[in-house]
């Protein structure tokens, strides 16, 4: 089940709502628990077992970690930290990379050893990393344990968040899990929020998927150089519409809810360096890594060896992390590669160029690297990137390209538009010139717009995707 769908707008949510809303406080995070575990077990009903495993596993390590800080005995609060990560980290690298280790292993040796062809459990990669943080930070000293069992179980399998993130540390919602105090301000602006991101996902997102998945498609002996600059531009814009759009509509429900998570996208597309880019894309990814991996590292606060290396380890982890896939670890090295680079050569130089020059250059390494992402087979990859430079393909441009260009070149101008602090602006100064009370009823109107337009395209839809969906 994905928030884009019918069934979970009208079939799910509202009795999901009605019911949290009907109990006493103290029983909301029950309902929550059992709402998310039904939520999951809709589309993968035998994961749930997984997923209880390290709810129980998580809970039980913070407990033992807290009992040995009380008593002074370093030794259980250790070990209880060790089971804690092995174990998540193990259930994840079975369940995630073991054929691709299998065929690691193959290609090295003489063996040939079969694969597993273990389905990916939804959202194994964004719980494990949450629970993970849990531990470490009681380990650390920054939150209490929790006592409360479904407490617990209500962060790790709470469904607004589950499945895509944004990925939620303990510390964060911590103090909401146990005290909140839900309102109708906050439901208002969850509702808004959540609008905005099923616009952002269903008119925009899945319509510029059609155009990336058409060229893609297409061998790239058969494109048109044109037509692999479409597509790619096509895919940079869908990939932050689809996953931005679902992180909107997770911090929409979650204020519903009563939880207020950290925002996950600041325009990254916005950005004058990939160093600028990366702090507004994915924001709550890279904290966790920042916190839980670079930090302990020694970050940059050893040599500029040391400095180096722990880039590039946070980036091999960040790319393989995405998928168990070469693709996904070439485009990591990617972007660690670059930021060296920004940190050590260019970062001067770029504070010397134009405005538009820097966003230029960060806007052309940022679709380089989506090439690199779109392509899990590094074959089919290589083939584009060739197209892209006009060394293969079927020449500059041809009438195909032209007419996808031509005819989706509203939604291209939409979607960039969109993807910019520009409309969110421009809405803000529209509504301080009509008043308070026209620019409210204003607002309305146009996410009723939204709400009714996108509802409009779920009832007909075959194509409705979602990139991060198992990750």
Known sequence: MVFSSLLFLFRFLPPVLLVYF????????????????????????????LMLVSTIVDYCAGRAIAFGRRRGRAGIARVALGCSLVINLSMLGVMKYADFAIGIVNSLTPLSLAALHIALPIGISFYTFQTMSYTIDVYRGEVPAQRSLITFGAFVTSFPQLIAGPVVQYKTVAQELSGRRENTADFAEGVRRFTIGLAKKVLIANQLGEVFDEIAATQTAHLSTLAAWVGIAAYTLQIYFDFSGYSDMAIGLGRMFGFHFLENFEHPYESASVTEFWRRWHISMGTWFREYVYIPLGGNRCTLAKQIRNIAIVWFLTGLWHGASWCFVLWGLYYGAILVLEKLVLKRALRRLPAALRHGYTMLLV????????????????????????????????????YLLLTNALLFAVAAIGSTSLAARAGRRLEAQAG???????????????????VACLVNASYNPFLYFRF
Do not use: H, K, Q
């Open 22 to 49: 009907l109990v006493p406080r103290r029983g909301r995070n029950l309902v929550l628990l059992l709402a998310s575990l039904l939520f999951y077990a809709w589309g993968e009903p035998v994961y749930v077992v």
């Open 367 to 402: 679709l380089f690297g989506w090439a690199i992402f779109a392509y899990p087979d590094m074959a089919d990859g290589a083939g584009y990137f060739r197209t892209l430079f006009g060394l293969a393909g079927r020449g500059l441009c041809d009438s195909g390209a032209l």
């Open 436 to 454: 308070a009370a026209l620019g409210a009823a204003a607002e309305i109107a146009f996410l009723a717009a939204l709400l009714v337009l996108s």
